[in-house]
């Protein structure tokens, strides 16, 4: 009953303070970039206006408006320098979480090789490059037992089997060819042949 009032407990999140920053960089970076589009626009509004106004011989007034149309063009190109600024910077930020994945690759592959060489010491390694040499003599005394105990028949009766076993590999492929009949077959054949001659002519 316990465990169906108890709260879930909620899973870790993978993201981190440095994706979080780039988030937001780049959040502020879309925000400027429709302010600039907005700003370019209302700067081609406010210079097709003052055309309308000197046309119709306000220049006073189309000088006052060419005046504010400066002033957002000041604002435009401080824009495009933090937008600049604000690229670079996440650009640093994202290759810095790269380099940090790097180093932590490296420190765990660094880490990984400690440990095999903690647990193959140069003392180990050769006692066991010692043991490998070891079994392999043994082995070879063994061979040299074995072979040492073969007499000349041995040797001879190992021979006839092996060719034994090639004789049997080399028969000689079985004839496809119909067999001669043989005498009996021959007879037996020209007795029925003369009793069936003879009923013919006794029913003709």
Known sequence: MGGLFTKSKKPVSRVTEQDKAVLQLKQQRDKLKQYQKKTELNLERQRQLAKKLLAEDKRDKAKLLLKKKRYFENLLQNADIQLEKLEQLTHDLE???????????????????????????????????????????????FDELISGQLTGED?????????????????????????????????????????????????A
Do not use: W, Y
Request: no cysteine.
């Open 95 to 141: 290759f810095t979480q790269i380099e940090v994945q790097v180093l932590d690759g490296l420190k765990n592959g660094n880490a990984a090789l400690k440990n095999i060489h903690e647990m193959l010491s140069i003392d180990e390694i050769e006692r066991i490059m010692d043991e490998t040499q070891e079994g392999i003599e043994k082995q070879r005394e």
């Open 155 to 203: 040797d001879e009766a190992i021979e006839a089997e092996l060719e034994e076993m090639l004789d049997v590999k080399d028969l000689p492929e079985v004839p496809i060819d119909e067999l001669p009949e043989t005498g009996k077959v021959q007879a037996e054949k020209n007795q029925k042949s003369k009793s069936g001659s003879k009923k013919i002519a006794m029913e």
